[in-house]
């Protein structure tokens, strides 16, 4: 299993509750999870049920078959950060970086989100 990040990946769901989402197929002009991830692998989700304020980002898993996105390891959602009970309706679920995930510079070229100094000085080495 691989944490695995891809752009275009969104697909549909219109499962309730706080578990696993039982994946719908990929939105026009995207791919589906199974294509952009992969089977049995992690990635990092975002799901936004349309027309509401439910939304949740995380960590998920996909099972054996690509078929259900388990929310592993909610980070951030409209429930308090904590995993949301999703309400009936179409949910948009897609591949995401969490902001809290993610290392840049800002604008005087200093390291932001890093996990801490040996992370500036190794990238530094490397750059």
């Keep these: 299993m691989a944490l695995v990040l891809n752009d275009r ?12 989402m039982a994946l719908g197929g990929a939105a026009t002009g995207f791919e589906t999870f199974a294509a952009g991830v992969g089977n049995s692998n ?7 049920n349309q027309g509401t304020s439910e939304w949740e980002v995380g960590l998920g898993t996909l099972d054996g078959t690509s078929a259900n996105l388990t929310r592993t390891t909610p980070i951030s959602s409209s429930n308090s950060d904590a995993a949301v009970n999703f309400t009936s309706g179409t949910k948009d679920v ?8 993610s290392v840049y510079l800002d604008a005087s070229g200093n390291t932001v989100n890093a996990a801490g100094q040996g992370f500036a000085i190794a990238m530094a080495v490397a750059l």
């Design 9 to 20: 990946v969104k697909e549909t769901s219109t499962t309730t509750g706080v578990g696993a």
């Design 42 to 48: 992690t990635t990092y989700y975002a799901i936004w």
């Design 94 to 101: 897609f591949c995401t970086l969490p902001a809290s995930k």
